[in-house]
C-alpha cells in the first residue's frame, strides 16, 4: 500500500454526510432562528430517544457538560470528587472549575477503567459524588460502582464523552447517573465543531440544567441560578441530527475494524479485553507495548499515523502541580505504553489488514 494511512480524516469520515449536511444547515439558516430552536430541540428528543432516557440537554462542549453537571449539586466549596486518574484532563478540569477537589483513583490495567475495588478507601465526610470515565469507548464495571455509591449516598456523574452508544448489560452508559456527552468532531457521534449534551431522568434535574446553560433562565430576562452561556446551537444540532441517524452503522463499523485488529495482531501486542456483558463501541483502539515510541516511528516509516491517548498523566501535567499529589503507578504506566491506532468512521477494513500486516512484523 503506497498510500499514507492517516489516524483520523475528518473529510474521508464525514464526505458520505456532506449533501445532507448542506440542506441541513440551509434550513437552519432559512429558518432565521439560531439559538435553541426547534434543531436543538429535536436532536434532545432524539439522542433521548437513543439512550433510551427521558430528557437530553444540550450545551456547548462535553467540558461544559461535566460542569454543569456538578454545578445542579450545589455542592459545599472543597468537596472531594472520585475521579479515575489516568482520564482526560477535561474530566479533572470540570471539577477544580466547580472549586472542588478532585481524588484520583488508580483504574484496572486491563480495562482502563477506574477500579471498583479502590474506590471505597478514598471517601470520607468530604466526597460528594463519584465521576467516572467510559474510557476509549467501554463501560465501567457500573454494578460495582453504583453498589458503592447506594451505600454511601454519593451522586454517580458519568464522563460519556468516549462512550456514545456503549452498554452495560444492555444499558447504554449515562444512564446510571447523570450522563455527560462531548460531541468533538473526532467522536463516533461528532460535530463540526464543539458540542455536548447532559442526559438524565430527574426532572428536576433537568429543568435546573436547562436554566443553568442559559445564564441560569427559565423565563427570558428571569434568572433563577447564576447560569452560563453553554448552549449548543441550532447549526450543530442539526448536522448531529443527520449523523445520529447512523450512529448504529458508524458503531458497527468501528466494531468490525476492532475485530481485525483482536483476531490479527499478534500476542506482542496487548489488546482492548473483551468481556461479557459490555458493547464497547472503540471511539479508540489503544493497544499497549513496552517499546511504544519504537513502534510508533516504524509505523510512521511505514506511512501509518497513530496517537497516544494520552502521553501525559493528569498528576503530572504542569498545571496540576501544587493542586494533585500522590503516585499513580498504574497510570503511569498506561500513559507509558499505550497506542491509539487508525479506527475511524473513515477507514476501511483493507487500511486495518494493512495495519495489521505492518504491525506483526515489528
Not at 71 to 99: M, Q, R, W
Not at 211 to 219: K, P, T, V
Not at 237 to 265: D, F, M, P, Q, W
Not at 279 to 293: E, Q, T
Request: glycine share 6%; charged share 20%; with cysteine.
Amino acid at each position: 500500500m503506497n498510500r499514507t494511512i492517516e489516524y483520523e480524516s475528518l473529510h474521508n469520515s464525514n464526505k458520505q454526510f456532506t449533501e445532507a449536511y448542506l440542506k441541513a444547515f440551509q434550513l437552519v439558516l432559512e429558518s432565521g432562528w439560531y439559538i435553541l430552536g426547534n434543531k436543538v430541540k429535536t436532536f434532545e428528543e432524539e439522542f433521548a430517544r437513543f439512550c433510551e432516557i427521558n430528557h437530553c440537554i444540550g450545551v456547548a462542549s462535553g467540558l461544559d457538560a461535566l460542569i454543569l453537571a456538578l454545578k445542579a449539586y450545589d455542592f459545599p466549596t472543597g468537596s472531594e470528587v472520585i475521579v479515575p486518574s489516568n482520564t482526560y484532563i477535561a474530566t479533572i478540569l470540570s471539577i477544580l472549575h466547580c472549586n472542588l477537589k478532585p481524588v484520583l483513583v488508580e483504574p484496572e490495567l486491563e480495562t482502563y477503567n477506574i477500579n471498583p475495588a479502590l474506590i471505597e478507601e478514598h471517601i470520607n465526610l468530604k466526597t460528594k459524588a463519584i465521576m467516572v470515565v467510559h474510557l476509549y469507548g467501554k463501560s465501567c464495571n457500573m454494578n460495582a460502582i453504583l453498589n458503592i455509591a447506594d451505600h454511601h449516598q454519593l451522586p454517580i456523574i458519568e464522563d460519556c464523552a468516549q462512550a456514545h452508544g456503549a452498554k452495560y448489560k444492555n444499558r447504554h452508559v449515562g444512564t446510571f447517573g447523570i450522563g455527560a456527552f462531548s460531541f468533538y468532531p473526532t467522536k463516533n457521534l461528532g460535530a463540526v465543531g464543539d458540542a455536548g449534551a447532559i442526559i438524565t431522568n430527574n426532572d428536576d434535574l433537568a429543568q435546573k440544567f436547562r436554566s443553568l446553560r442559559n445564564y441560569g433562565s427559565e423565563r427570558k430576562y428571569q434568572n433563577d441560578y447564576v447560569g452560563y452561556n453553554s448552549r449548543l446551537d441550532e447549526v450543530q444540532a442539526a448536522l448531529l441530527s443527520v449523523k445520529l441517524k447512523v450512529l448504529t452503522e458508524i458503531t458497527n463499523h468501528k466494531r468490525k475494524l476492532a475485530s481485525i485488529y483482536l483476531s490479527g495482531l499478534k500476542k506482542d501486542f496487548i489488546c482492548p479485553v473483551v468481556q461479557k456483558d459490555y458493547f464497547d463501541v472503540y471511539h479508540i483502539f489503544n493497544i499497549r507495548h513496552p517499546r511504544r515510541d519504537f513502534l510508533k516511528d516504524y509505523l510512521l516509516k511505514n506511512k501509518i499515523k497513530t496517537e497516544i491517548h494520552y502521553p501525559i498523566p493528569p498528576h503530572k501535567q504542569l498545571a496540576m502541580q501544587g493542586i494533585i499529589s500522590g503516585s499513580y503507578p498504574i497510570s503511569e504506566e498506561i500513559h507509558s505504553t499505550t497506542l491509539s491506532l487508525p479506527i475511524s468512521f473513515g477507514h476501511t477494513e483493507e487500511d486495518v489488514s494493512h495495519v495489521v500486516e505492518v504491525m506483526n512484523k515489528f
